[in-house]
């Protein structure tokens, strides 16, 4: 029988041998990773939002109960698959050379079982012809066939392409660097300054508006986002998120000016912010029809 752990509600991170569950007489809430072992396999889960209600760990899988309103995330260190029985209410499944991540915002009290593979993600895989009731997959893009050569007697000779010159950063109308700036929007969020007025200053100081920023964004946000989401529509989001005072990056990756296609533990971080500010709940950081419609 599996064994029971409980009080799972402080940082912890723990490598569990196949046959043992977190489970206790009230909810249990993950406030950090915790490092689960099935099968062989090292997983890292996480939940957030709400209650974890809990976790049971087979020799060959493991469950997990979601009470509303909460949230789940598990990751295969070793990029192993991850198949899962309940893909209705799943928001985000990435399988590629990079990460094996399932995740779950749970909208009502569920129960999802996660079987892990020894077979490693790489590229996506193709969509099956017929319901399996496996994880849901994507169609790889079969290649472009190549254009057929010119004839020899037509062959224009080729022009050695001079390498672009890199642009300039753009200095701000305030003459402020990006960092300066950075540092007086801290100091006015320590104050409690509302997002609009943040706005504000940021484009005074900038010389920017952040009229085409949000009209944009308006007109691009057409999916659910997710941590793993890739695309236009991202970066879309961490523009928005950066021109409206709830900054993704104070520099580098995901920064103003530099936002990226790929969201990720920050820009999650920034979206819980903007849903707090506009009682978006559960403020999970999963951008769906709620947020997208708290976006004006």
């Known amino acids: 029988m599996p064994r029971m752990l409980s009080r799972v509600g402080i940082p912890v991170a723990l490598l569990l041998a196949p ?8 909810d249990v809430t993950l406030t950090t990773d915790a ?4 099968n062989g396999i090292t997983l890292n889960v996480s939940g957030s939002g709400g209650s974890v209600e809990s976790i049971v760990i087979n020799p060959t899988n493991f469950s997990v ?3 509303a309103g909460s949230t789940f995330e598990a990751t295969a260190s070793g990029r192993e698959q991850l198949a899962v029985d309940n893909t209705d209410e799943a928001t985000g499944s990435v399988c590629n050379g990079s990460t094996s991540t399932i995740g779950y ?12 593979s020894t077979t490693l993600c790489s590229a996506p895989p193709a969509t ?3 319901g399996g009731g496996g994880p849901s997959s994507i169609a790889a893009v079969p290649a472009t066939p190549a254009t057929p050569a010119i004839p020899a007697a037509t062959t224009t000779p080729a022009v050695s392409a001079v390498p672009a010159t890199p642009a300039t950063p753009a200095t701000p109308a305030s003459g402020l660097s990006t960092s300066q700036i950075q540092s007086i929007l801290d100091v006015l969020a320590s104050f409690d ?8 200053v940021r484009a005074a100081l900038e010389g920017t508006s952040t ?4 009209s944009n964004a308006v ?6 986002l997710t941590v793993g989401s890739l695309g236009s529509e991202v970066k879309a989001l961490q523009q928005y998120l950066n021109a409206n005072g709830y900054t993704v990056a104070a520099g580098g990756p995901g920064s103003p000016g530099n936002e990226t296609t790929r969201f990720g533990a920050a820009t999650k971080a920034a979206l819980i912010k903007f849903q707090k500010a506009n009682g978006i709940t559960p403020a999970a950081g999963y951008f769906g029809p709620k947020t997208r419609a708290a976006i004006k």
Do not use: E, H
């Not at 046959?19 to 009230?26: D, H, K, L, P, Q």
């Not at 007109?219 to 659910?224: D, E, H, I, L, P």
């Open 211 to 214: 009229g085409s920023v949000t």
């Open 65 to 67: 109960t979601l009470l």
């Open 193 to 200: 300054v509302d997002a609009a007025t943040m706005a504000s």
């Open 19 to 26: 046959v043992f569950a977190f489970a206790a007489a009230t």
């Open 128 to 130: 099956p012809t017929s």
């Open 219 to 224: 007109a691009v946000f057409k999916s659910n």
């Open 105 to 116: 915002v749970a909208i009502k009290t569920m129960t999802v079982v996660v079987t892990p």
């Open 35 to 38: 490092v689960i072992s099935v």
